[in-house]
């Protein structure tokens, strides 16, 4: 063994530092590029193919293959749970699913085409600069991460080839065969810290294939690889809802059970990893690929079947009450063939409980003006998320309720409710538009005036009053409680009036800057709309002609 000089130990660090920047920003522009070729079909497939665990499990695999990070996979799931769009027990599967679909990258590594990775970055930016047709610049987005994630991987493999000669490394690979806990703690702390387990598996593959780490010495790295990548979910669920907290704490448990299943296993296990290496011939990248998907793959195999039990103990460990559910709960679509009358009503209810959710909005949207705290802003975005939802589940039911024949008085309420999510659509619209302008506050350091802050409390809480008389008026079809929304709104307007003249005072006197003089104003006419869209509901009740959407 010999020690290293200066100038190699830093050619070391530069060579290795480097790589794993470039493979990290690889991975990253090929997931960007893939999950732009796929648009809003990831969400749709998280959505909509999660109708139970094994379904979950296959969304999970799909939607990590596309977008080529089972972390981004597991974020976007949290973000689904915290909005209601998906159960505890669905997001298990998910994650799952993402566990074995992360496996992919270590495979696509295991191919080992290092020395195409300079023509593939060239063909990429090729691609990218001289086509206008985005899906050709997709692709061209995608090549070029690929070229980036194999070049960065050679820097890499380049700059560690001197740690077999050092003999503090050659003591922690042996330490690691002989005390396989080491080997996973190893895994998981460097996972955590780059934030990707692909980087560590390509690693992994580039020291095996190097010769220097042993089989048995790498499995348990492995292992802490899956450990480590938990990180991601648990940070994506700081301040989201008890459901996106324990949907987080299942991908850690679930991950903790595999890794010590495995490591108490780790003879026979590497056992069988010698097995495959040596029947199908495996170079020493995809013997590490062939390791970790037979680990993904077995674990989830052995814990699918655990899925509810694993929700029950995430449940006992995170108290709290559940989340509203905001799939629809009323749309029934067998009534409709039998009572489309009937079928109206739920229709109606329903878009009852879409209101619901944009007050609830509104209310998080005014908690995020006042303190600032992330988690009303997440909260706002989710619940818009979920009015969109609705809108577009109330609309279909109502488009097959129409196939049918009406009545007169059938036709207006189905006219009332089109309307109706329509206007409770554009409040959701109008409360992101106030969550967009308070970031824009926060990020640019804009400070509103006292007078300001209470000009914008007070006609907050008026429009918040006004937007729930209506949806109680329309839901009791109670006209002297529309005639009082129709009253309130012209306050709303006068408000408006009032606070834009006393701004423009602030203005001239110096009192306020121009950048917080923008958000108030805007915020002033964002309620005033949401007032307008409120006095549309309550006028389905008076029987007056609706507004136009302004």
């Known amino acids: 063994m010999k020690s290293l000089s200066g100038s190699e130990i830093q050619e070391l660090i530069f060579q290795f530092v480097g790589g794993l920047g470039i493979f990290l920003f690889g991975i990253k522009y090929m997931g960007d590029g893939l999950q732009k070729s796929a648009g809003d079909r990831l969400r749709d497939i998280l959505d909509k193919f999660t109708t139970n665990p094994f379904m979950g499990v296959l969304a999970g695999l799909l939607v990590t293959i596309l977008i080529q990070s089972s972390s981004g996979t597991t974020v976007l799931t949290v973000g689904l749970v915290n909005a209601g769009f998906m159960t505890l027990r669905q997001a298990i599967g998910v994650i799952m699913g993402a566990n074995i679909g992360t496996t992919v990258t270590a495979f696509i590594i295991g191919i080992d085409v290092d020395e195409y990775a300079l023509p593939m970055i060239a063909l990429g930016s090729f691609l990218i600069f001289f086509f206008k047709k985005k899906n050709i610049t997709y692709l061209g987005q995608t090549l070029f991460g690929l070229g980036a994630l194999f070049y960065g991987l050679s820097l890499m493999s380049d700059g560690m080839k001197p740690l077999r000669t050092l ?15 080491l080997g996973v ?24 294939d190097q010769g220097a780490i042993l089989l048995d010495a790498a499995l348990p790295v492995l292992f802490g690889d899956n450990i480590g990548t938990t990180i991601t979910a648990v940070l994506a669920s700081i301040g989201a809802s008890v459901a996106a907290k324990r949907a987080a704490l299942s991908h850690v448990i679930f991950n903790l059970i595999g890794a010590t ?27 590490i ?20 039990l694993l929700a029950t103990v995430v449940t006992k460990i995170v108290p709290g009450e559940n989340e509203i559910d905001y799939k629809p709960r009323h749309l029934d679509p067998l009534i409709i063939q039998q009572s489309p009358a009937i079928a109206l ?26 303190n600032n705290q992330q988690k009303h802003a997440e909260l706002a975005l989710g619940l818009e998320d979920a009015i969109n939802n609705l809108d577009r589940k109330i609309t279909d039911y109502l488009a097959q309720i129409s196939r049918n024949s009406l009545t007169d008085t059938e036709t207006a309420l189905h006219s009332s409710v089109v309307d109706n999510i329509r206007d409770i659509e554009r409040i959701g619209d109008h409360f992101e538009n106030i969550v967009e302008l308070v970031d824009y506050k926060i990020s640019n350091k804009v400070n509103l005036t006292e007078q300001a802050l209470e000009d914008l409390n007070d006609m907050f809480n008026l429009t918040l009053i006004t937007v729930k008389q ?22 709303i307007d006068q408000m408006e009036r009032k606070y ?30 949401i007032g307008d869209h409120a006095v549309n509901i309550a006028q389905e009740v008076i029987g007056k002609e609706t507004e136009e959407d302004k």
């Open 500 to 529: 834009r003249k006393k701004h423009i005072l602030r203005l001239n006197e110096g009192v306020c800057t121009g950048s917080a003089g923008i958000v108030f104003v805007d915020i002033i006419s964002n309620l005033e709309r």
């Open 345 to 370: 009503g739920q229709a109606k209810d329903e878009s009852l409980r879409m209101g619901e959710l944009a007050v609830k909005g509104l209310e998080e949207t005014f908690n995020y003006l006042n």
């Open 167 to 181: 003999k503090a490394f050659t003591d922690l690979t042996v330490n690691m065969s002989e005390i396989p806990i």
């Open 185 to 208: 703690v190893v895994g998981t702390i460097f996972t955590v810290i780059v934030q990707s387990s692909s980087a560590t598996i390509g690693i992994l593959q580039e020291l095996f």
């Open 261 to 287: 299943i495995f490591l108490l296993l780790l003879v026979p296990f590497t056992m069988l990893i010698e097995y495959f290496q040596q029947i199908f011939d495996l170079g020493p990248k995809m013997t």
């Open 470 to 491: 209506s949806l109680d008026a329309f839901g009791k079809m109670d006209r002297k409680a529309a005639l009082e929304v129709i009253e309130k709104e012209e306050q």
């Open 289 to 308: 690929a062939f390791a970790h998907g037979t680990f993904n793959v077995t674990n989830t195999l052995l814990q699918v079947w655990f899925i509810g």
